[in-house]
């Protein structure tokens, strides 16, 4: 898991180098346009209100019981803090599944769903704004990370002791805003959605269903690793309307 996501954040890292350059070089080539010609145009409002559609991806973790995989729904507020930076509070519920493991079954029967799990997320924002309080061709780029808290729903069918509860995430991304006129953008950005699992302690012993079983071979986790970081790509995009 740990190469995965240092695999993962690299490729962040290397797109957004890239962006970067790629946005450095039409600031470069300002100087010399007429205002009339100019690819560049200001922003003219600093704040915003969003509505926002998403798709959360991932495998759950290791044992496919966080939550992942469904679509998520939202409602950003944006404010410029200065000509790169701005914030954004925003909250998103998520329509997403999950597996449930049983440890007292035997390994080829205690996998059992995918069954529904929603949750809540309120997420505070930092956004780059890589061509500042400016569009480029009516373009935008950003690089953007988010700290968020997640509240989930009780699944009752999961009689494990595993529940996901309440957590700390965090997702770093890059994206694009397009502004068809003064007061109306359109919104698309990737990020890789990081929050913490931890599993219970029952999973490292034999199940009671496995007869005579002593040396704990068919426990769910045999590795004593009780915590872990479940990734997933959130793929988001949205209208906003700026004031």
């Not at 329509?95 to 493991?101: H, K, M």
């Not at 956004?127 to 309080?133: E, I, R, Y």
């Amino acid at each position: 898991m740990r190469n995965t996501t240092m695999t993962g954040l690299g490729r962040l890292f290397g797109a957004a180098t890239l962006v970067l350059f790629l946005g450095a070089r039409p600031l470069a080539g300002q100087v010399g346009h007429p205002p009339a010609k100019s690819p560049y145009h200001d922003i003219l409002h600093g704040s915003s209100w969003s509505f926002i559609y998403g798709n959360l991806s991932g495998d759950g973790g290791k044992l496919g019981i966080g939550p992942h995989n469904g679509p998520t729904y939202g409602m950003r507020y944006d404010f410029r803090m200065s000509n790169l930076i701005q914030a954004g509070l925003s909250a998103s519920y998520m329509d997403l599944e999950r597996l449930i493991v049983d440890a007292d079954d035997t390994p080829a029967t205690r996998v059992k769903g995918p069954v529904a799990q929603s949750v809540v997320t309120i997420e505070v924002a930092l956004q780059l704004n890589l061509t500042g309080a400016k569009t480029w061709h009516r373009l935008q780029p950003f690089i953007t990370g988010g700290l968020g808290y997640a509240l989930s729903s009780t699944t009752k069918a999961d009689t494990s002791g595993f529940k996901f509860g309440n957590r700390f995430s965090i997702s770093p991304g890059l994206g694009m805003r397009f502004f068809p006129s003064s007061r109306v953008n359109l919104r698309v950005e990737a990020r890789q959605h990081f929050w913490k699992l931890k599993y219970p302690t029952a999973f490292q012993d034999e199940p009671a269903d496995v007869v005579g079983g002593i040396d704990n071979s068919d426990a769910v986790i045999t590795d004593k690793k009780l915590n872990e970081w479940a990734s997933g790509w959130w793929i988001m995009g949205g209208i906003g309307f700026s004031f």
